[in-house]
């Protein structure tokens, strides 16, 4: 009797998912999980990388008829303009910009660790260095940076909510109370038309996504709305004084040009500079710990890499394709559509499985091994077409820089214990990593 394919609950959970993966790619292209209405997998990476490419047909939005509050969730010409907007963020001089406190930060959080023999690198050495990119792009103050990491899990959470089947939502009365505390908050930080409409968004984000609101999404929500408070109160004071960096760019396309017109709302870019804590903290944090747990476990590549520099960038890109920060990303078909043969209504959700397709060995030869003589691996962990990342630079600059630093100051590093996978579906990446190291 044939096994039953995977669930994406156990793939969510499955520390080394890739065999399942794999029977997906060979047993069911498009795959229709148990217990998921209307939802299918696509895993090959043809099939994967031509739905991200076609906006048109396959929308970021998941409910029909209604403008997303994320950039990241809109198409065509809502999505363009944003985009415009936020790509100001990620220019070359931007990025270069940006480069020495990302090695400043990298080298002396690197070094604490060192000075005490170790540690939990996640949040002392991953997360330290995205956050204190982010934090320049958005003049956030040293004091408030750790509250970065938490936003970018509340976003999470919210607007980027994976339904599971049978979630149950907070109790009605539950609901209300924070609701009604969180328009007090914001209404008094932001006044009641901007602080009204940007609550409606952030309460309404889950529900898009077809989620339940949760007791965890209802925390999600309370800090989201600490976040844009705040950030907004950065904004007004920016507006009075500024200070010559990116987030200032971002504060004149709201402003009315000759015609009139702004470029981009005060709760686009408010909304939009959330979007870049789980854009540019998040996922630059899960890519820096999974190349750090692939060098523990694998002594001759830490070795090796030591001999030879030149190769760190090779790693690091094969640190993204092998194991995607983003494991799958959502689409929405806005025409009935046939795939292998099946067909996909209207409106169904698609699943795309970017952590199959980067390991898909029509693909890629020896798909499941690293190698440092790969070349361009045109991987899809930044996604393709419209919805390209525009990060995709900047966390590779991290990661390289990053990865450099680490080599070049330990002569060892040895995980303590056995990570544990995030729970967070569709992305893939460990809560702590524990390590012993040595000093170079």
């Keep these: 009797m044939t096994n039953p394919l995977p669930t994406l609950e156990e793939l969510a959970r499955e520390e080394e998912p890739w065999a399942g993966y794999a029977r997906l790619r060979d047993e069911a292209p498009i795959y229709r999980p148990p217990a998921w209405d209307r939802t299918f997998v696509l895993s090959r990476y043809d099939d994967v990388r031509a739905v991200l490419a076609d906006s048109v047909t396959f929308s970021s939005s998941m409910s029909p008829n209604v403008t997303p509050a994320m950039m990241v969730h809109r198409d065509g010409e809502p999505h363009d303009r944003l985009r415009r907007v936020m790509a100001a963020a990620f220019t070359p ?13 990298a080298a002396s959080s690197l070094d604490a660790l060192i000075e005490r023999g170790g540690g939990d690198l996640v949040p002392a050495w991953c997360q330290a260095i995205p956050v204190s990119a982010i934090a320049e792009i958005l003049s956030v103050p040293p004091e408030r940076q750790p509250d970065l990491r938490r936003w970018a899990l509340d976003l999470l959470s919210v607007f980027f909510a994976q339904p599971e089947p049978g979630e149950q939502a907070a109790p009605f009365g539950r609901r209300t109370w924070v609701q009604a505390e969180c328009a007090v908050r914001i209404c008094a930080a932001m006044g009641p038309r901007l602080g009204g409409e940007l609550l409606g968004l952030i309460f309404r984000g889950a529900k898009q996504r077809g989620a339940a609101l949760t007791p965890r999404r209802l925390d999600g929500c309370r800090g989201l709305v600490e ?15 500024p200070r010559g960096n990116v987030l200032d760019m971002l504060i004149e396309a709201m402003e009315p040009g000759e015609d009139g017109v702004s470029q981009a709302s005060e709760v686009e870019i408010l909304l939009q500079g959330l979007a870049l804590i789980v854009a540019g903290v998040d996922t630059t944090a899960t890519f820096l710990g999974n190349g750090v747990r692939v ?3 694998r002594p001759e590549l830490y ?13 690091a890109s094969e640190v993204l394709r092998l194991w995607s920060p983003v494991q799958w990303t959502d689409r929405r ?7 292998h043969g099946q067909t996909i209504p209207t409106n169904a959700q698609l699943k795309l499985f970017i952590g199959a397709a980067n390991r898909d060995p029509d693909q890629y030869e020896a798909a499941d091994e690293l190698r440092l003589d790969r070349g361009e691996t045109g991987d899809l962990s930044f996604a393709v077409g419209p919805h390209a990342c525009i990060g995709r630079n900047l966390a590779l600059l991290e990661g390289r820089r990053a990865f450099r630093i680490l080599l070049a100051r330990t002569s060892g590093i040895h995980l303590e214990e056995r990570p544990q996978r995030t729970l967070h579906p569709g992305t893939y990446g460990f809560e702590e990593l524990r390590v012993k190291l040595e000093r170079a």
């Design 93 to 105: 001089r931007a990025i270069e910009v940006l480069a020495p406190g990302i090695e400043r930060v």
């Design 227 to 241: 976040f844009v408070a705040f950030l907004n109160g950065i904004v007004r004071q920016q507006r009075r004084a």
């Design 295 to 297: 060098l523990c476990e």
């Design 303 to 315: 070795a090796e890499l030591r001999a030879n520099p030149d190769s760190i960038d090779a790693f």
């Design 333 to 339: 078909a806005t025409r009935a559509v046939e795939i």
